[in-house]
């Protein structure tokens, strides 16, 4: 089946640093990527759709000078998590959508702790 | 505004019994309906995925159920094991997928217990 991989699976920040988390799609092409974060017991937030060679849709809400998503290549997006503060801490998952189908396939997730 | 509602929000049944998840759409035109499992610190891992012509779709104990004109899914687990605990979240996909606008209900917390 389809496999979508990310990059680290955790990392600790101090206040003020820049993050990058990669998201790969390992065994197919994936033209649409999808960035989103999850607080503790919540639903997944949808960030931001990222679509190769083109510039990111961000939500509402969401900065996109904050949150620099780059979608490189049909197997990986990546995004950067600038001058990172505490309340960034969260659970950031993306998602791979082939040009085969609907079906979304999610990678594993990155811890991100900021402190 | 197209909403997913998923209930109940939480449930906990002893191991071994059955339960059923609930899905309420109103998105509207209808693609697909998808149904997640996601543990505890990890990513969602699709389970079922539904189009609008299909009725019942199963995947070992897994059973999801669509009826598109009431616009309800529901999935039932079957001989539930401990390892089935986790948030089982309903997604559901407009028409016209090319704005990747799907919505996600809220999820349902799973516990089995022994």
């Not at chain 1, 990546?78 to 969260?90: I, K, N, R």
């Not at chain 2, 019942?56 to 004109?69: H, I, P, W």
Request: include cysteine; aromatic fraction near 10%; proline fraction near 4%.
């Amino acid at each position: 089946g389809a496999v979508v991989s990310q990059h680290p699976s955790w990392v600790i920040c101090k206040s003020g640093t820049s993050v990058k988390i990669e998201c790969r799609s390992l065994d197919f092409q994936a033209t649409t990527m999808f960035w989103y974060r999850q607080f503790p017991k919540q639903s997944l937030m949808l960030m931001a759709t990222s679509n190769e060679g083109s510039k990111a849709t961000y939500e509402q809400g969401v900065e996109k000078d904050k949150f620099l998503i780059n979608h490189a290549s049909l197997t990986l997006s990546t995004l950067t998590v600038t001058s990172a503060h505490p309340e960034d801490s969260s659970f950031y998952i993306c998602s791979a959508r082939s040009d085969m189908g609907d079906t979304q396939y999610f990678g594993p997730g990155t811890r991100l702790t900021v402190l | 505004k197209n909403q997913v509602e998923q209930s109940p929000q939480s449930l906990i049944i002893l191991e071994g019994k059955n339960c059923t998840l609930q899905c309420n759409y109103t998105v509207s035109p209808f693609s697909n309906l998808r149904w997640y499992k996601q543990d505890t610190g990890r990513g969602p891992v699709s389970l079922t995925i539904m189009t609008f012509s299909e009725n019942t779709k199963s995947n070992g104990r897994y059973t999801a159920t669509l009826d598109a004109d009431t616009k309800q899914s529901s999935l039932h687990i079957t001989a539930s094991q401990l390892s089935d605990s986790a948030s089982y979240i309903c997604v559901v996909s407009p028409y016209n997928t090319n704005a990747g606008k799907s919505t996600f209900g809220d999820g349902t917390t799973l516990t089995v217990k022994p």
